[in-house]
């Protein structure tokens, strides 16, 4: 089920080196870091730090952000209170973060855990806990729940989060009086949860723990080795007394550890990561990530790596092979640095069946029932997801009849679908009605549509429902500058609400993407024990695959990049956690599905929410089976995709998204696209969804060679 991995480890030898530098930094670091922030002052919180050791860009070069004015974008749509979430936990003047790992942290009066991999951590009444998810497995579901194996009380009396960027977050614990004891720090792929005083403070730091040595104590927790590193300060019968501007570090050693990993962490450890820095570049083959981990101090750091960050061809990394970490997404490995650079193979937005190569027969009966689906196509629904979805239906018709040279057949489809497009498009449309518009809300800092579906209204789904929006416009305004400009305002407003490549007074930044777990978060408050979830990965892509072909038809060339590299980070875990996951993983032994169709921090499922049908299960994940959705194949041994389609369809295509199911039999060679063919022409109505059509199922089946 796996794609080749290439890790690439450093060699011991590069290990000892960097053990050998960080071990003697950590005295250095012990006194320079003992009070970094002068006066005594809280430590700065994410998105303020010093930085990090300087790292050459690997792979294609640091890509232009698009150049977007948030504030005019937003201003000029109605504005109205239209969302329903409340920041419980958030600081003044901050963008509630929505759709983060960490929502949870922010949202819901009750304090649940999230899962910082390789980490889970909790807030408490008076402090907070960290745990190692051990994961267990049975045939449907892989848990890893939030065990506290550390808790430290600092005595608080309530938290709030001042500062957040797409990768870390940054909790401020307050006294009763609303005076800050300290922040803490904690973010994805970091192995660390950090603690800096903002006056002197005694700390309740986990009752296992001795004394300090050379600034460390351990302690065994469930068969787990612990360490609690101080830049400064004393630790006795549980309790470390820490002078203001230093920082403790809670960390878990890994699994089979190198002999330089406990020193390699406990130097890193005492330097707290103060946010996480994202850059991205593009080329031919591969599309790159780049994560810096800033420290306060500009200390190295430490990450871990995921499946994602290590399958087909990956840069070369120094300082791996530190240990591995159990979790719920399978093994991780322990990388010494600060600068973590992973590539994806490149994703080019398409929206555009090749259809060159089709035979007569074939051209004739896609024609013929193109005829049929375009006379069937009845009124668009007005809320934000299926509204939105039956133009995307509409536009791939209209596409595919003028690519087949049918412009007659498909003329008065593409005018009702302009007018619809333009009709949503309204920047103050919400002034006149309560469907088919969109406001901007100041407070939760979000693009909203008027008449919202699945929760949209606490910021869920914005990226599958602005996904088929910006593909229908894309679609249709490819070759109509008119249409363009009379589009381009609310278009460009629901690309950057959901996707904003920067961070701004009306926008966050990357909403829903998380640049280290490499695909979104579909929650928008993510008020759930098992942290934030996604279930249609494929949705997501296609929300990215929308905005490059809205980039396209608007002659945006940065936003185009952007997008690609978002399409193409999103289908490579797509592919490994969704719909090709690693079955060889000592984690998913006892695991008795093709595919996990519903991924949260801390579980996978084989479950949907909204259907128990083994063909949803497989489904979600391949909606709406774009152009572009040829990425579902790469890297994958067609007997999977078989094995996948006959378990969510075992007596045959006549079940929910069944049409999607023969796409993606399809992708298994021309052969079975013949086959699926045969199956397709006939297919009842109930089995094809309203986002897709007879006719380009077919098509489809067709450009694949049946």
Known sequence: MT??????????????????????????????????????????????????????????PDATP????????????????????????????LAPPSNRWYSGLVFGEELLPVFPLPLSFALTESGFTVGLPDPVTSAAVVMGPHV????????????????????????????????????????????FASFTAASDVEVAAGAD?????????????????????ASAGTLAGGTLTLPAGATAAWYALPDDPSDDAAAVLAAAAVDPVVGVDVTYGVGDDVARTTLTYRTAGATPSAYVLMRHHTTGSQPERDGCGLGTYRSVYGTLELCAGSTLTSYAPTLHPTGRLDLADVDDARRDAVLAQLAQD??????????????????????????????????DVVADLRARVADALREWAEPTGCDARDARCFVYDADARSVVGRTPAFGSEELNDHHFHYGYLLSAAGLLAADDPDLVEDLRTVMDALAADIAAAQPSDALPQLRTFDPYAGHAWASGPSVFADGNNQESASEAVNAWNGIGLWAQASGQDDLLTQATWLASTEAASARDYWTDPDLDDPVMDGFEHRVVALNWGGKRDWATWF????????????????????????DVDPADILAAVDEASPDGPDVMFGDYLLMYRALAGPDEAAAAWDDAVGLPDTSIDDGSSQAYLLAWLAAHGA
């Open 374 to 407: 375009v006379a069937a196509t009845g009124a668009f629904a007005s809320d934000s997801y299926f509204g939105s979805k039956h133009l995307y239906r509409a536009a791939t018709l209209v596409t595919l009849g003028e690519e087949l040279g049918a412009d």
């Open 611 to 634: 259907s128990p049908e083994p063909s949803a299960m497989l489904g979600i994940l391949l909606i709406p089976m774009g152009p572009v959705s040829d990425y579902l194949a790469v």
């Open 209 to 229: 723990f001795g004394e300090l040595t050379d600034g460390v104590a351990t302690a065994q927790v469930a068969g787990t080795t612990w360490a609690l590193a």
């Open 148 to 191: 506290p194996a550390v808790t430290v009380d600092v005595g608080a009396a309530s938290a709030v989060v001042v500062a957040a960027d797409p990768v870390a977050v940054t909790t401020r614990l307050l006294d009763t009086g609303g005076a800050p004891l300290g922040d803490v720090t904690v973010a994805a792929g970091s192995p």
């Open 3 to 60: 794609a080749d991995r290439t890790v690439l480890p450093g060699t011991s030898r590069v290990r000892w080196l960097v053990a050998l530098g960080l071990v003697a930094a950590l005295a250095a670091t012990a006194l320079l870091v003992a009070r970094p922030w002068a006066g005594g002052t809280i430590a700065p919180a994410a998105g303020s730090g010093e930085g990090a050791p300087a790292a050459p860009v690997v792979g294609p």
């Open 66 to 93: 698009p150049d977007v004015d948030a504030d005019a974008l937003t201003g000029a749509l109605t504005q109205a209170p239209d969302a329903t979430i409340t920041p419980v936990r958030l600081a003044d003047g």
